[in-house]
């Protein structure tokens, strides 16, 4: 079995093993399957959860899509080539409980050919993220714990590298430098150079997919029935506004997705269901969301 092969069905096996994992959580929605072809070549399986005792809205999302490379992808996105296949999956789980965070996870491989078919390029990319609206040091802990514990069996040097780059990714620039969570990790254009070859490159990404249910469901165990108040899902929805804010205005992988086509409900899935945008919004000096804030504009080290 080819690099691509492997890749394709360890794709569809994870997003199996999340949805299951996902639906038994929440004990009440499952996910509902909609595959679609892309006219341009491929497609893809997407899942979407809504309305349950935990999991208000969220998609684990697979795709295998391939095409020719245009003067606009040469241009914005900086590549080469005749033409390109990327097979990736893309989650977005938003709860129910303001006191259960939101995650974000993408793990995708990308390749580019000649105009003889010949593979002149090929890299890995993705990570995972923890989007928290009250900020426990437990939880993320565990978090990021679990997705060093991952990297570290492939190389100790990692992970620090590619918290630093998550930190340094997830930013709402306009508004000041504002984290949109705790962050994890996340890397891209990780090509198959020696030593780290193809084996080592999927073997890592395949590693960190693996590890995105243990990192993130003792989380959602554990806070999922606490008691929240208006006052929380209030302060829930102005932190979803600035989620929104960075996905549509910052986020490559959605700006990649539009500018090649792809699917636009597929895509935008990564929106949550009800956001605020108050004007000029501040939370009151020494209150719990304060010291999330804190937070997002100083990123600590948690592992």
């Known amino acids: ?45 997407t899942r979407v959860i809504a309305g349950g005792e935990v999991f208000e809205k969220g998609g684990v999302n697979t795709s295998v899509v391939f095409g020719q490379v245009t003067d606009p992808m040469r241009k914005q996105l900086g590549i080469s080539g005749e033409h390109w296949f990327a097979c990736g999956l893309s989650l977005v789980i938003h709860p129910v409980n303001p006191f259960v965070p939101t995650v974000h996870a993408n793990y995708r491989m990308f390749e580019l050919y000649n105009a003889e078919g010949d593979t002149v390029d090929r890299w890995w990319g993705g990570g ?25 069996a492939f190389d100790p040097a990692l992970y620090p590298e590619y918290k630093i780059t998550c930190d340094d990714y997830f930013i709402n620039h306009h508004r000041n430098g504002e984290r949109r969570g705790i962050g994890g990790i996340f890397f891209d ?21 693996d ?26 929805e102005i932190r979803r506004g600035r989620y929104v804010e960075f996905n549509l205005l910052h986020d490559r992988g959605t700006l990649f997705g539009l500018r090649t086509n792809g699917r636009t409900e597929s895509i935008l899935m990564s929106l949550p269901p009800t956001v605020r945008f108050d004007y000029d919004h501040h939370p009151a000096p020494g209150s719990l969301e304060e010291d999330l804030l804190d937070v997002l504009l100083k990123p600590r080290t948690w592992a």
Not at 128 to 152: G, I, M, S, V, W
Not at 193 to 208: H, T
Request: charged share 30%.
């Open 1 to 45: 079995m080819d690099i691509k092969e492997t890749w394709i069905r360890y794709i569809h096996d994870l997003q199996d093993r999340i949805c299951a994992g996902l639906e038994q959580e929440d004990g009440l929605a499952t996910f509902q399957e909609d595959r679609w072809d892309r006219p341009e070549g491929g497609g893809g399986r």
């Open 189 to 209: 254009h990780q090509r198959a150079e020696e030593p780290r070859n193809a084996d080592f490159r999927m073997g890592l990404s395949r590693a960190c997919g």
């Open 128 to 152: 995972t993220d923890l989007t928290p609206y009250y900020l426990f040091e437990e939880d993320a802990q565990l978090f990021h714990r679990t997705l060093k514990n991952a990297c570290d």
């Open 211 to 236: 590890a995105f249910l243990q990192g993130y469901l003792p989380i959602v165990r554990l806070r999922k029935n606490t008691n929240f108040t208006a006052v929380h899902k209030y302060w829930q």
